[in-house]
């Protein structure tokens, strides 16, 4: 596994962009410059986040998010992967 996150990443697992692997070594995004802990799904290339929006789900069970853009900075929470 590299040093640097994935470009795109999604916590739905029914997601393509979803890897549990990175998930599981712990991720953090800050977006505008802010810390954020609800984001749902990213993309550094693009620009955008999609952030959760409280405790509300859609009719299939998934929070209901919104988009947002700016500038995303993914950072792993842990300096090394695990063995």
Not at 10 to 21: I, L
Not at 35 to 44: A, G, K, L, P, S
Not at 46 to 73: F, I
Request: proline letters at 8%; one cysteine or more; aromatic letters at 8%.
């Amino acid at each position: 596994m590299t040093q640097t996150p994935p470009d795109h990443l999604s916590n739905n697992p029914d997601s393509p962009h979803y890897d549990e692997a990175v998930l599981r070594r712990g991720i953090g995004i800050r977006f505008n410059g802010t810390e954020r802990t609800n984001v749902e799904e990213y993309c550094v290339s693009e620009g955008w986040v999609r952030l959760s929006m409280g405790k509300a789900l859609d009719r299939r069970g998934h929070p209901l998010t919104m988009k947002m853009n700016g500038v995303v900075e993914p950072y792993f929470r842990d300096e090394t992967p695990e063995g």
